[in-house]
């Protein structure tokens, strides 16, 4: 499968625990994205990262929230004390020029 | 005021209809326009994409923009009922910009 991939797929956790989601993007992507959306809602931007560097950040995304790519490739994004409002899909998109795709999803529950 | 706002629906059509699907945006900067069909708890796929004013067609799909009046539309043809989804707009200037979505449900 050549598409972005995430893992893990769902995630429940308790709140104040550390959750840590992966991204493997496109191969030949240099630009890679994290969004988070919540029902009803489109996705929202949080990060962009284009090779290892983070060129742009969300003002959504809080201190607790980081979010790696350290050799270019696949992209870690950490939540640390996680909160009841921290549930929601994650989503991970690659893009090279005009088309940006987006993997299936990472879907925190926060208890 | 958001800078991207899709009409919300939800939308109901038959089978074989028309379906028209609107968005307007506020910031000239945009220079992609995109259109997501999401299926339920799933990632956004990437339908079409367009960076001029005009219509771009791809099979039974048509999306069209208007950056004179900050307008883009996607347009189905012959739905279908594996054409229910919810479908977002994406504006983009590097990184994008989603409508709310639109869900649609084609009834056979």
């Known amino acids: 499968d050549t598409g972005v991939s995430q893992d893990p797929r769902h995630k429940i956790t308790k709140r104040g625990q550390n959750v840590t989601f992966r991204c493997d993007p496109i191969?030949?992507?240099?630009?890679l994205y994290w969004y988070r959306q919540t029902l009803g809602q489109g996705p929202e931007f949080l990060t962009y990262?284009?090779?290892?560097?983070?060129?742009?950040k969300s003002r959504l995304l809080s201190d607790r929230f980081s979010a790696e790519r350290p050799k270019g490739s696949f992209s870690t994004l950490e939540i640390q004390r996680t909160e009841q409002g921290d549930s929601a899909m994650y989503l991970c998109?690659?893009?090279?020029?005009?088309?940006?795709?987006f993997g299936p999803g990472t879907r925190l529950t926060v208890l | 005021q958001k800078e991207v706002e899709q009409d919300p629906g939800p939308l109901s059509v038959p089978e074989g209809a028309i379906v028209s699907l609107n968005c307007t945006y506020s910031?000239?900067?945009?220079?992609?326009f995109m259109w997501y069909r999401q299926y339920s708890r799933k990632g956004p796929e990437l339908l079409m994409y367009?960076?001029?004013?005009g219509n771009k067609e791809d099979g039974r799909f048509t999306a069209q923009v208007d950056k004179s009046s900050k307008y883009i539309s996607l347009f189905i043809r012959d739905s279908q009922p594996s054409d229910s989804a919810t479908y977002l707009c994406?504006?983009?200037?590097?990184?994008?910009?989603f409508g709310d979505g639109t869900t649609l449900t084609v009834k056979p």
């Open positions: 998109a690659s893009r090279q020029q005009d088309e940006q795709f």
């Open positions: 191969s030949e992507h240099n630009r």
């Open positions: 990262f284009q090779n290892e560097a983070q060129l742009e």
């Open positions: 910031n000239s900067a945009f220079q992609y």
């Open positions: 367009t960076y001029s004013s």
């Open positions: 994406a504006i983009s200037a590097g990184k994008s910009t």
